[in-house]
T-cell receptor
């Protein structure tokens, strides 16, 4: 079974500064995918960034980047130049690529507050 | 951009009643999912659906739960006899299997409150 742990229930950051959200996971699979989803209040979960486990290069999407440490099973999200619109619940998730259903296993989430 | 839509946004039901949660996945997606999130807890996988049948279900998805894709566009989750512990946010998701890393797209969720 796969597990995802987000050790920070809440984080806060000043606008324009950088924040890192932590995520560790456990899996017996060698081929898997990792995701960060963002959920603004009362809104749908939106994909922020994804990482393929077989790629060593860390994924980057504009102000969002990850630090993927496969041996340590760590997948942290860095948000640079934080904006007020970044305030949301952030979920780390792992996708099982074995079998045929590609289900997601989520962490409990980190609530990010951005202070003006 | 196409979205997954869920209705209703909030459903209040008496314990023991049947409830149907509705989802319209993105039109060319082929994998469909239901997840739930009890307040303060993790988002948990309930069931996946592909090629008109359940491809995997979790321990939570017992005989009280069923899913259906009745008309090629809607994807429904039915709870036959609701219990207090079914109170949660239920998320529908869909996925286009263009490649194995293709992400799931989520709806806004339905908040189910059992009284």
């Amino acid at each position: 079974a796969q597990t995802v742990t987000q050790s920070q229930p809440e984080m806060s950051v000043q606008e324009a500064e950088t924040v890192t959200l932590s995520c560790t996971y456990d899996t017996s699979e060698s081929d898997y995918y990792l995701f960060w989803y963002k959920q603004p209040p009362s809104r749908q979960m939106i994909l922020v960034i994804r990482q393929e486990a077989y790629k060593q290069q860390n994924a980057t999407e504009n102000r969002f980047s990850v630090n993927f440490q496969k041996a340590a099973k760590s997948f942290s999200l860095k948000i640079s130049d934080s904006q007020l619109g970044d305030a949301a619940m952030y979920f780390c998730a792992i996708m099982d690529s074995g079998g045929s259903n590609y289900k997601l296993t989520f962490g409990k989430g980190t609530l990010l507050t951005v202070n003006p | 951009e196409p979205e997954v839509t869920q209705t209703p946004s909030h459903q209040v039901t008496q314990m023991g009643q049947e409830v149907i949660l509705r989802c319209v996945p993105i039109s060319n997606h082929l994998y469909f999912y239901w997840y739930r999130q009890i307040l303060g807890q993790k988002v948990e996988f309930l069931v996946s659906f592909y090629n008109n049948e359940i491809s995997e279900k979790s321990e939570i998805f017992d005989d009280q739960f069923s899913v259906e894709r009745p008309d090629g566009s809607n994807f429904t989750l039915k709870i036959r006899s609701t219990k207090l512990e079914d109170s949660a946010m239920y998320f529908c998701a869909s996925r286009l299997p263009r490649d194995r890393g293709q992400p799931q797209h989520f709806g806004d969720g339905t908040r189910l409150s059992i009284l």
